[in-house]
């Protein structure tokens, strides 16, 4: 078969091979961004479940000192609640008389030993 050399004939070739290079450049450009936004993808993922993970486990710290704190309220209260009570003069010979065996005029102070339980034998 011959091939005609016409300047129409190598006009039209001309324009099918720009038409394929354009074609080929536009595939290489959106394999490009295609692979630019699957990376760009995988590092918002990553971020994000990493974010994640640090947020719960700041979550579960925020209890536990939530808990303390708790704690601590219950304490400060129970001490100045001592507080008031060691202001008061009956009270403080009451814990000299239990915690060091110290005795108002006329009392006799005895010590008896624990008994033991029989379920421990």
Same mark, same amino acid.
């Given at each position: 078969?011959?091939?005609?050399?016409?300047?129409?004939?190598?006009?039209?070739?001309? @324009?099918?091979?720009?038409?394929?290079?354009?074609?080929?450049?536009?595939?290489?450009?959106?394999?490009?961004?295609?692979?630019?936004?699957?990376?760009?993808?995988?590092?918002?993922?990553?971020?994000?479940?990493?974010?994640?993970?640090?947020?719960?486990?700041? *979550?579960?710290?925020?209890?536990?000192?939530?808990?303390?704190?708790?704690?601590?309220?219950?304490? *400060?209260?129970?001490?100045?609640?001592?507080?008031?009570?060691? @202001?008061?003069?009956?009270?403080?010979?009451?814990?000299?008389?239990?915690?060091?065996?110290?005795?108002?005029?006329? *009392?006799?102070?005895?010590?008896?030993?624990?008994?033991? @339980?029989?379920?421990?034998?």
């Amino acid at each position: 078969m011959a091939k005609l050399e016409t300047p129409y004939v190598f006009q039209q070739e001309k @324009n099918v091979q720009t038409v394929e290079r354009k074609r080929k450049g536009l595939i290489r450009r959106l394999t490009f961004y295609a692979v630019c936004a699957a990376i760009l993808s995988v590092l918002a993922i990553t971020t994000l479940l990493t974010q994640a993970a640090a947020l719960d486990k700041k *979550e579960q710290e925020k209890a536990v000192v939530h808990k303390k704190l708790t704690a601590l309220k219950s304490r *400060e209260s129970d001490l100045r609640e001592e507080i008031v009570k060691l @202001n008061d003069d009956d009270y403080i010979a009451k814990l000299a008389r239990r915690d060091y065996f110290l005795s108002d005029k006329g *009392e006799i102070i005895f010590n008896l030993p624990k008994k033991k @339980n029989q379920d421990s034998d």
